[in-house]
């Protein structure tokens, strides 16, 4: 299930966020934040990562995802680097995309290893990959040369991410990443029939508008596609899919009064 992917890049600085482009793209490297305190959730990372690229103080050091039960931050562009994964100039820093699972005691962690799937799963559909291949074994260098999606260890010696490490959760996760991969290319592959996405395998489901303004309709997925003039999704007010199609990473379902079409990333919430 999608979550709210917030785009907030910290300013470029030396030691943080250098602003370099990625030099290929190799997939998704998972990490906790090992931060156990209260409130030391999404929110919290996305502010210390924004205080310390404003005094760019410290060691070097570099973030994509701050990823917690309820939300998720985007802290570089992703087709810069950030030193995350300890590896200098390996492909570990400079060909993947990090995703940091927040740990506080006051979230549930079992939700955030969800969303972290998802954040996962929309970074290896954004690149085009259809199958998730996972680092294995204890030392997450298994399947290494062909994998796409990594552990911290599998690039430098640190029991990261701590937990799901620990604790065996590992295998779960890749499934979880492969099952919201799968919900992804799903509504892809709508977007290539010519009919308004309607697929004969779809299950309609309710959506809730939690944007506060409401939402605009428009004749089509996209903001390209003209405005629906006159009407509205309200806020709070429960609405049921029938369609869906991704355009620029962002989920658009169509209204079953078959009125038009609402973007749902960010806007809405399952019900
Ligand atoms: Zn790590």
């Known amino acids: 299930m999608s979550i709210k992917i917030i785009n907030d890049y910290v300013k470029i600085s030396s030691k943080h966020r250098p602003g370099t482009k990625r030099t290929g793209f190799r997939?998704?490297?998972?990490?906790e934040?090992?931060?156990?305190?209260?409130?030391?959730?999404?929110?919290?990372?996305?502010?210390?990562?924004h205080n310390l690229a404003n005094s760019n103080s410290g060691g070097?050091?570099?973030?994509?995802?701050?990823?917690?039960?309820?939300?998720?931050?985007?802290?570089?562009?992703?087709?810069?680097?950030?030193w995350t994964n300890g590896d200098g100039s390996g492909d570990g820093n400079m060909k993947t995309i990090s995703v940091e699972i927040c740990v506080n005691s006051d979230g549930d962690f079992a939700k955030a290893r969800t969303n972290a799937a998802y954040v996962a799963a929309f970074v290896l559909h954004k690149y085009g990959i259809k199958k998730v291949i996972a680092v294995t074994g204890a030392d997450a260098r298994g399947n290494k040369a062909k994998a796409n999606l990594f552990q911290h260890r599998s690039w430098m010696n640190k029991n990261c991410p701590e937990?799901?490490?620990?604790?065996?959760?590992?295998n779960s996760f890749v499934?979880?990443?492969?099952?919201e991969l799968d919900k992804l290319t799903g509504a892809k592959n709508t977007n290539t029939n010519n009919n308004q996405g309607a697929s004969n395998t779809f299950t309609p489901y309710k959506v809730k508008i939690t944007y506060k303004d409401g939402m605009n309709v428009r004749a089509g997925a996209g903001v390209d596609c003209a405005l629906v003039k006159g009407v509205t999704a309200k806020y709070g007010i429960t609405y049921t899919i029938v369609a869906e199609k991704v355009v620029a990473g962002q989920i658009w379902g169509k209204l079953k009064s078959g009125v038009g079409w609402i973007c749902l990333t960010g806007f809405t919430k399952k019900i």
């Open 27 to 31: 997939g998704v490297t998972i990490h």
């Open 33 to 49: 934040t090992g931060n156990r305190a209260k409130g030391a959730n999404a929110k919290a990372h996305r502010n210390y990562y």
């Open 60 to 82: 070097y050091i570099g973030y994509h995802y701050f990823v917690d039960d309820k939300e998720a931050y985007l802290m570089h562009p992703l087709d810069e680097i950030a």
């Open 163 to 170: 937990t799901i490490r620990n604790k065996g959760y590992w």
């Open 175 to 179: 499934k979880a990443v492969q099952t």
